[in-house]
């Protein structure tokens, strides 16, 4: 256990260095100063509480949520990647029932429930297409995706507009409905609590439940899953389909609850597809996907100061951001090979 | 009213051609087995690639540098899936990823924070005699700038090569049953890694029609979300290049559509006609149109 977990440490720590080095080069090969660029980066994500809870700490919020329900389909075999589809119909219902319901102290249950089942509505559709007409996940949730943008674009034209009409965007929330705020003077909400403790649960839930070893069984093997005779695939990869749109749809309705306090179309700057990294770099461990989602997180608040105060562009982040991927990905072949070399000898 | 429908179909034929050349690619790298979610990548790095080509050499040199910058796109993105055997969709993100703050920075660095417009002359429409006087589809069909009887051509050739060539055979065979095509003597590996380079430099092409046949200047993101509809338009199109073609035509006129209910103030929700191709795809996938199937393997790396 110690072992593993200097282990681990130390691949964080390898991670966060080869991030940073990354960065100021490509800064310098770019023709900016990496000093001032890091300075600004470090400011904008770490380098003061502010910066810290209200900048990455809400921003790794979705990406958490999203991250676990990504790692939770991975490990099943469900190429879910639909998130981002998910947590805007989950925004939306969220919004509808928030704005329908008269505010009470039951607001903010009520609207987080709502997007849990939004986001699983819109996920039970490529989880059904999957089951009835062996459709791949990765073209229907896509699909998905391009048409919930849509259908929040229609929403905040039309039902859900707000009464002036004016703006491409719902009504503000009534504050007992918004996520109460849970460090003074910051935008920390409540939804960063549930986030950490959503991880930790799923984290038990794979690994401690019996539940939790079918999911992963039948993402190791569905054919030795199966003849077992103790575990319905089908169903199996119906429920965490199910159960990964709801997570998605949830941090949609943290989104709003938390941070928007209104539906607009811009609502989520990608955290869908970023969390696909995240739960890639995470190595499909729930407990890694919060350092995972941080680091990503830093990076998206800290490129923001970096463009404002170094004149560096925001969007030499997604350079990185890909080399990450690129090399996480290189490194599991390099390991898959190793293994294979020692199974043959 | 013909001047309304024969502007229907220009706008209809200018939002088709990019996807068209897009997809097309991405039909071959799926019927290979290959899923690409990098073809946005490629779109925005041939768009890129083409802006760069031709300030400096001209327009030719910007359609020669916009298959170029896709091509090299879809072989980095071959030498994740295919020679590593990476996660399809995980490359394909990361691809996308990569390329869009790659022209991103690079634009920055060399235009300016600002990224003031670098504005390139377009290129010029080409008029067929007496064809593109036929009312109403003569403009939209036969009097467009080179790029898109390029992609006829493109088309054309792909649909030979794909179902009447050897090499086009094995190509499927990697595609729906990739250890029986090696067991074969296909080379598996090099066919799909081929498919996915030219899956790049279609993609690439399509990116550079952006910028050589239309805009005339390069915007961050201007690929915006095109290859996923690509994606789309490959099922639709049930995967064969001239049914590519079409479902390219048919997001197309649904886009076309949404401007022009925009543009006239009526009060009709156009979100609808934007979502439509995708939900007619789904219902396609479904078997509401008929039988659409995957290539069997599609997604799958082949394993030793």
């Given at each position: 256990m110690n072992y593993t977990l200097a282990r681990n440490a130390t691949a964080a720590a390898v991670v966060v260095c080869g991030t940073l080095a990354l960065l100021a080069a490509i800064v310098a090969v770019a023709g900016y100063a990496p000093g001032p660029a890091l300075e600004a980066l470090w400011r904008g994500s770490f380098g003061s509480w502010y910066s810290f809870t209200s900048a990455t700490l809400v921003r790794a919020t979705p990406l958490i949520i999203v991250g676990i329900a990504t790692t939770l389909a991975f490990r099943a075999g469900v190429f879910n990647i639909g998130g981002e589809g998910q947590l805007l119909v989950g925004a939306s219902l969220a919004a509808f029932v928030v704005l329908g319901v008269p505010a009470g102290a039951w607001s903010v249950p009520l609207g987080l429930g709502a997007g849990a089942i939004g986001g699983a509505v819109w996920a039970a559709i490529p989880a059904v297409m999957r089951h009835r007409f062996g459709v791949?996940?990765?073209?229907?949730?896509?699909?998905?995706?391009?048409?919930?943008?849509?259908?929040?674009?229609?929403?905040?034209?039309?039902?859900?507009?707000?009464?002036?009409?004016?703006?491409?965007?719902?009504?503000?929330?009534?504050?007992?409905?918004?996520?109460?705020?849970?460090?003074?003077?910051?935008?920390?909400?409540?939804?960063?609590?549930?986030?950490?403790?959503?991880?930790?649960?799923?984290?038990?839930?794979?690994?401690?439940?019996?539940?939790?070893?079918?999911?992963?069984?039948?993402?190791?093997?569905?054919?030795?899953?199966?003849?077992?005779?103790?575990?319905?695939v089908a169903r199996t990869v119906f429920i965490v389909f199910v159960a990964s749109g709801a997570l998605a749809g949830l941090a949609g309705a943290v989104e709003v609850q938390g941070v928007a306090l209104a539906l607009y179309e811009s609502l989520s700057p990608g955290y869908g597809y970023t969390a696909i990294a995240v739960a890639l770099l995470a190595r499909l461990d729930p407990r890694a996907v919060v350092p995972s989602a941080l680091l990503f997180a830093a990076l998206e608040a800290g490129a923001g100061a970096m463009q404002r105060d170094a004149g560096v562009p925001s969007v030499l982040v997604k350079i990185v951001e890909a080399a990450l991927i690129l090399v996480v990905l290189a490194f599991d072949a390099r390991q898959r090979r190793r293994l294979a070399v020692a199974v043959v000898a | 009213m013909m001047e309304a429908l024969t502007l229907f179909l220009e706008a209809t034929a200018r939002t088709a051609v990019p996807l068209a050349f897009a997809a097309l690619g991405e039909c071959v790298a799926e019927r290979g087995g290959v899923i690409n979610l990098g073809v946005e990548g490629a779109i925005i790095g041939g768009a890129f690639g083409s802006l760069i080509g031709a300030s400096w050499f001209g327009l030719a040199g910007g359609v020669i540098a916009a298959a170029v910058c896709g091509g090299i796109i879809g072989a980095l993105f071959a030498v994740f899936v295919v020679r590593l055997r990476a996660n399809q969709i995980i490359a394909g993100t990361a691809m996308t990823l990569l390329a869009l703050g790659l022209t991103g920075t690079l634009y920055r660095a060399s235009y300016g924070t600002t990224g003031a417009a670098l504005d390139i002359p377009t290129l010029p429409v080409i008029s067929i005699p007496v064809l593109s006087d036929i009312p109403i589809v003569g403009r939209a069909a036969f009097a467009q700038p080179i790029t898109t009887y390029l992609l006829v051509v493109l088309v054309a050739l792909t649909a030979w090569w794909l179902h009447r060539t050897h090499a086009g055979l094995a190509l499927r065979a990697c595609g729906e049953a990739p250890i029986a095509a090696r067991a074969a003597g296909v080379r598996v590996q090099r066919l799909r890694a081929g498919a996915l380079v030219y899956a790049g430099v279609t993609a690439g092409l399509g990116g550079g029609v952006l910028v050589l046949a239309q805009t005339g200047t390069f915007a961050e993101g201007m690929s915006a979300g095109r290859g996923f509809v690509a994606i789309a338009i490959v099922v639709l199109g049930r995967w064969s290049p001239v049914g590519t073609v079409l479902a390219a035509c048919l997001f197309g006129a649904a886009s076309a559509l949404q401007v022009f209910f925009q543009a006239s103030g009526a009060n009709a929700p156009y979100q609808l006609f934007l979502a439509l191709p995708y939900l007619l795809t789904l219902l396609a996938l479904a078997g509401f149109a008929g039988r659409t199937r995957s290539p069997a393997a599609l997604g799958l790396a082949l394993d030793d």
């Open positions: 791949l996940e990765v073209i229907t949730t896509l699909m998905l995706n391009a048409v919930a943008i849509q259908l929040v674009g229609w929403l905040v034209h039309g039902p859900l507009q707000e009464p002036t009409h004016v703006y491409p965007q719902s009504a503000t929330i009534a504050s007992p409905a918004q996520l109460p705020i849970i460090a003074s003077g910051t935008r920390m909400h409540a939804g960063v609590a549930l986030a950490l403790l959503l991880a930790a649960g799923a984290w038990w839930f794979a690994t401690q439940t019996a539940a939790g070893f079918r999911w992963r069984a039948v993402g190791a093997n569905p054919h030795a899953a199966a003849v077992t005779g103790r575990i319905d | -």
